[in-house]
Structure formats: structure tokens, C-alpha cells
């Protein structure tokens, strides 16, 4: 599915969230907390968009997907952009063709995992914090980026009106494989609210689990850390 969409998916994203999603992009760099140097795992990287923002801030970002449509446009971007795949604070970005159930690195890579719009579409969502448990050295952090639900009952109401009637029309006047984004409505409407993804979260093996709303919770950050004492496999 994801290969169908590749080829307009960020032009669509933004007319979908009417610009928003750039906004989402540099709150969720702001809850990594970047620093020079820091080794990133962006999980479900897509075109490695929000790969490209985080290495913009010096960290050395691993960009992985197992949707090679999505990694091949991401790489077209970077190329055409010199300056772009090596950040201007010189951090860079890998592309990595990967599972997020079946990580190809060692544990404890990572200072910093994150993934965005992308652990809703994983098959198995805690293997796949168990996952980037494993992969995160001991007090490193997780930030996922999600779509999630309004918490003010007129601005929710709003959106899913917005997200079951208007979404479907504008994705087909954007997106190369409209149909997918029928799935997109129905995914986020099935996906746990605020509380209940904290809980699966600390549930993978996860310590000091919070979120923020963000533009009223239709997008939440949740953060978390790998409890500083954990051992190598206690997932
Ligand atoms: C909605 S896109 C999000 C892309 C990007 N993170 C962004 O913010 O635009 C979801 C991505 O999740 C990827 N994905 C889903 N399941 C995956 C898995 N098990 N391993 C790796 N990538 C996966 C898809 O290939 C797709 O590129």
C-alpha cells in the first residue's frame, strides 16, 4: 500500500492536515531532544521527511522502512536537495530497508527512537515497542508521533466529521492511490486514545511514559525512556 502511495504521499499529507504536518514534524524533534552526534532511529521513516528535520539538528539519523517505494522517493529528495542528506548542523541520514518487528541492528544502537504515523500501521504494535526497546542503549528515549483524539467533544466531533466525509474526496484530488486513504480514516478512528497508548507503551518494557496533544490531540507525542538499569534482552 505504501508503495502505491509514495510518489504524492507528502504533497498529500500536507493538503490533508492543511500544513499542519510540518508543525507536528519539529514538535516531535523538539521531545527528542537532539543534539549533535546522537544516533536516531526514525522507525517507519517513509520518505525520511522528518529524518531529514531531525539531522538538520546535527544527529546521525538511521531513516527505516520496509516499504522500498517510500525509501526510493525519500532518497530522490535527498539527492535533489545537496545539503539535505548531511544536515546543516552535520548530522546525516542513512536509509535502511527494514522490519520494525525484526530491527537489522544490534541492541542498544540508539540514543533516541522515534516513530511517526507509523506504529499504527505496524501488524504487531508491542513487538514493535518491545522492538525499539531492544534497540535503544539504557536511558534513551522513544518518541511516537501518532494521530489520536481530540480531547475537546465539539473539536472531535468536528474532526471526524472532517475525517469520514471531506478526507476521502481530497485524497482523491491529491494522493496517486486514494483508496488508501479510506484505510487512513478507518485506522486512526480503531486506534487507542492517549492513556490507552501510555499503557501499551510502559507495557513494552518502557519507563516514565507522558504525552502531549497536539492542534487539540488529533496528533499526541508520547515520550518514554529505557529504564537506565535494563539489560540487553529483558524484553
Ligand atoms: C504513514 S507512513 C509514515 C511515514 C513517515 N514516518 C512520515 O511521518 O511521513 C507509515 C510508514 O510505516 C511503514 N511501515 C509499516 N509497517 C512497517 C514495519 N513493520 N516495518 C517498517 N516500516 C513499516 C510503511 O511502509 C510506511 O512508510
Do not use: K
Not at 542503549?137 to 466525509?165: D, H, I, K, N
Amino acid at each position: 500500500m505504501f508503495d502505491g502511495v509514495a510518489r504524492r504521499y507528502d504533497i498529500t499529507n500536507t493538503v490533508l492536515s492543511a500544513g499542519r504536518d510540518s508543525g507536528w514534524r519539529m514538535a516531535t524533534a523538539d521531545a527528542l531532544d537532539l543534539r549533535p552526534g546522537l544516533r536516531v532511529l526514525d522507525l517507519a521513516a517513509g520518505t525520511a521527511t522528518s529524518a531529514q528535520a531531525f539531522a538538520s539538528r546535527g544527529a546521525m539519523v538511521v531513516a527505516c522502512d520496509f516499504s522500498l517505494g517510500m525509501l526510493r522517493v525519500g532518497r530522490q529528495r535527498l539527492q535533489r536537495r545537496p545539503g539535505t542528506a548531511v544536515g546543516a548542523g552535520g548530522g546525516a541520514v542513512t536509509l535502511v530497508a527494514g522490519d520494525g518487528l525484526a530491527l537489522p541492528f544490534p541492541d542498544a544502537s540508539f540514543d533516541r527512537v522515534t516513530i511517526s504515523f507509523g506504529l499504527r500501521n505496524v501488524v504487531d504494535v508491542d513487538a514493535c515497542l518491545a522492538e525499539l526497546a531492544r534497540v535503544t542503549r539504557p536511558g534513551g528515549r522513544l518518541v511516537v508521533c501518532e494521530f489520536s483524539r481530540p480531547t475537546w467533544a465539539p473539536w472531535r466531533t468536528v474532526y471526524l466529521e472532517y475525517l469520514m466525509r471531506a478526507l476521502p474526496g481530497l485524497a482523491r484530488a491529491v494522493s496517486s492511490s486514494p483508496g488508501s486513504y479510506v484505510y487512513l480514516a478507518e485506522s486512526i478512528r480503531a486506534w487507542p486514545d492517549q492513556p490507552a497508548l501510555a499503557t501499551r507503551i510502559a507495557g513494552a518494557g518502557w519507563t516514565g511514559v507522558g504525552w502531549r496533544n497536539l492542534t487539540g490531540g488529533i496528533v499526541a507525542l508520547h515520550r518514554a525512556v529505557r529504564p537506565p538499569g535494563a539489560g540487553a534482552r529483558d524484553h
